[in-house]
Structures are given as structure tokens and as C-alpha cells.
């Protein structure tokens, strides 16, 4: 099977939205119960019961977020330099917001202390909280474009700074990130517990939903309000990448033209809004495992939104529209796309296989029976601590 540079470029463009929506699927969630962890649970069985129920599966769901960067890197890598450059503080925020999940989830149990285990709860709500608002600033602040440059030589030049990365319309699209892996994560806790926490997640799965929804809503009317991005030169697909050989116009409410020139995409943020609201209906009549698929396809449309409407761009500049980064001018060259090609090919089967898999097995709910049956009391914990010592 062969493929020419412009349908290379395509499908590593598509590749690349698989492992970003892989990851807000899987990863979304885990986010989105650790941000519900310090309200949903009244006390320490059902927090635990909470923990219990990401605690298993949300280590194996890091690989889309690691995998979706090296893909950036390795197929994009003009793109990953401005956006690690550009974001590098907020990225660095996210990576420490990070940090707080495998020590939150190891070392809670470790000490009786209520106290030691609120402020470890407070850590996992952190490490879900920062990074579901930051993806979704950086997303905002994509559409608005990114103050960067590039001279005759293609070095970068990033003339932003980090508060200004924190502006309304970037700060609206984190409130829907945040909003919809709420949404995503009370349903999978749903699924996954019963009783008094099943109960307060529908009435969160309601409310996050309809929050999403509405600021969702607003943005689409925000965008066309703002410039966006067109290429107005002639398009070479299957020329070798120079992003300074087009030309790029900026103004009003060109983040719609896709969309007006073919109409069935509209399908896409319509939906999202679909999705939204049979979650809310399946959440409340207790069919959390299919409210789980129509919340997956939510969130798949909402990022889908905003990538079709981006299109070809990856990094538009908002400083020299004539730098900004396209799906045809700013990625490797062909041997290196076809290599990588191929690899996804073998090893994206094998991680959504495995995903598959992991939730069969783990499908079952947790209970404050098995909390009991699985694990000792904090008190039992603190003497074998001591004895250890």
C-alpha cells in the first residue's frame, strides 16, 4: 500500500485527533472523578470507593496523552516546538498537576490521619482539575491564534506570554473542558457505584451537561465573532513543508467557512448537543453503561468542532498570519510519516484492544464490601506501618 505526501499529511492529521480524543475518553474520565472526589464522597468509605474506581485503570490511560505528544513531535514538529515553547508554562503547570495522581493514589492509605487523607483528596482533585482547565485554555487560545513568528532561517519566535494566555475566550473554553469531563466522569462513577454516590452523580451529570451545553453554545456564537484563519494563496499538498510560501487571511468569522462549504459538518456540533442531552435522559433512568457511550460521543464532538473548524491549520500565527503552521506545510518529511504510519497501524489496535479488555474485566461496581474485603482499616495499616519500622 503506498501513499502520496498529501495523504499522508491527511491521515496523520486525523491520527492525531484519534489520541486526543482517545485520551479525553479514557483520561477524561479519571479527570473527572478526581475533580468530584472532595464533593461526592461524605466520608472516607466512599471516597475510598470512588478512588477504588479509577484507581485500577487511569495509570494505563496516560499512554494516549504520551503517545498523542510523541505523534505532535515526531509528524508535526514545528507545531510541537511553538506549542511547547508558547505553553511551556502552562504545560509545566499541567505536568506538576500531574504529579499529583500517582502519589495521591499510593500514598493516601498510608497513615489514619483524616487529615493526612483530606489533604490527599485535595491533591487528586488538583491533578484532575488543572490539566481538564488547561487543555481547554489551550484549545481557546488555538483558535485565537498564537503570537509566534518565523524568520527567512524558520527559527521560531514566541512573543507571548503566559497571562495572556489566560483571556476570556481561552478561559470560556476551559470551563467547557472542564465542564464536559465532569459530565464523562460522573457517569462513568455512575456506572461504577451505587447507592448514595450514584445518586448525587445524577444530579451532577445533569447540571455539568447542561453547563457544558450552554458555554458550548456561546463559544459557536464567540467564533464568529473573532478572526479566524484562511488560506488565500495557492495550496501545494504535496510540496515539501515551508510554511513561509503561502498566504494567510485574517477576519471575522472565518472559523465557519469550512462549515458553510460543506454544510453536513454541522452534524458534528449538532451532535454534541444530541449526545448531551440523552446522557442527561439514560443517566436518569439508571443506564449509566450507555449514557457512558452517548457522554464518550459528547465530548468526540465537541473537540471535533473545533478541529474541522480549524482546518488545515495546527498553529495559526497571530502575530505574522503568514507563519501560521498547516497540515500541509509544517510536518516531516514522507519516509518519516509512512514510518510512523505503519507503527500506529500495529500498536493503535493493540492500545484500544487493551482498553477494551481492561474495561470487560473491570466492569463490575465497587462496593464498601469489597473496600473492606480488599483492604485493612487505617488503623490495622498504622500498626503494620509501625511494625515495619
Known amino acids: 500500500m503506498t501513499f502520496d505526501y498529501e495523504s499522508m499529511r491527511l491521515i496523520w492529521w486525523a491520527l492525531l485527533g484519534v489520541l486526543l480524543i482517545g485520551f479525553a475518553i479514557t483520561d477524561g474520565y479519571d479527570m473527572g472523578v478526581g475533580i468530584l472526589l472532595p464533593f461526592l464522597g461524605k466520608n472516607d468509605t466512599e471516597r475510598r470507593i470512588i478512588i477504588d474506581s479509577i484507581g485500577t485503570t487511569w495509570e494505563g490511560h496516560q499512554v494516549w496523552f504520551i503517545t498523542a505528544g510523541g505523534a505532535l513531535f515526531a509528524a508535526w514538529p514545528a507545531a510541537y516546538a511553538v506549542a511547547f515553547s508558547g505553553f511551556y508554562f502552562a504545560l509545566l503547570l499541567t505536568l506538576f498537576a500531574l504529579f499529583m495522581r500517582p502519589i495521591g493514589f499510593d500514598y493516601r492509605n498510608k497513615l489514619p490521619s483524616q487529615k493526612w487523607r483530606n489533604n490527599w483528596d485535595i491533591a487528586l482533585f488538583i491533578g484532575g482539575f488543572v490539566p481538564a482547565l488547561i487543555f481547554g485554555v489551550a484549545f481557546g487560545n488555538l483558535l485565537q491564534g498564537v503570537p509566534f513568528h518565523l524568520d527567512n532561517d524558520m527559527r521560531i519566535f514566541y512573543t507571548g506570554s503566559f497571562w495572556a494566555l489566560l483571556n476570556p475566550f481561552a478561559l470560556a473554553s476551559g470551563l467547557i473542558s472542564l465542564s464536559m469531563l465532569i459530565m464523562h466522569g460522573a457517569v462513568y462513577l455512575q456506572l461504577k457505584t451505587e447507592g448514595n454516590i450514584n445518586r448525587r452523580c445524577k444530579k451532577v451529570v445533569t447540571v455539568s451537561t447542561v453547563i457544558a451545553l450552554a458555554i458550548f453554545a456561546a463559544a459557536g456564537i464567540w467564533v464568529s465573532n473573532i478572526d479566524g484563519y484562511q488560506i488565500t494563496s495557492e495550496v501545494f499538498p504535496n510540496a515539501q513543508s515551508n510554511p513561509l510560501t503561502k498566504i494567510v487571511q485574517k477576519a471575522p468569522g472565518l472559523w465557519l467557512d469550512n462549515y458553510e462549504s460543506y454544510p453536513v459538518l454541522w452534524t458534528i456540533p449538532a451532535l ?118
Open 272 to 389: 454534541a448537543f444530541v449526545a448531551g442531552a440523552v446522557t442527561i435522559l439514560l443517566s436518569k433512568i439508571e443506564r449509566p453503561g450507555l449514557a457512558f457511550i452517548t457522554s464518550s460521543l459528547a465530548v468526540t464532538s465537541i473537540i471535533l468542532t473545533a478541529g474541522v473548524a480549524m482546518f488545515p491549520f495546527l498553529l495559526p500565527s497571530s502575530s505574522a498570519s503568514n507563519s501560521s503552521l498547516t497540515v500541509w506545510d509544517a510536518s516531516s518529511s514522507l519516509s518519516t510519516l509512512k514510518i510512523m504510519f505503519w507503527a500506529a497501524v500495529i500498536f493503535l489496535p493493540i492500545i484500544g484492544a487493551y482498553t477494551t479488555w481492561v474495561f470487560r474485566v473491570l466492569r463490575g461496581k465497587i462496593t464498601a464490601e469489597q473496600i473492606h474485603e480488599v483492604d485493612i482499616t487505617p488503623e490495622q495499616n498504622h500498626q503494620t506501618d509501625r511494625t515495619a519500622i
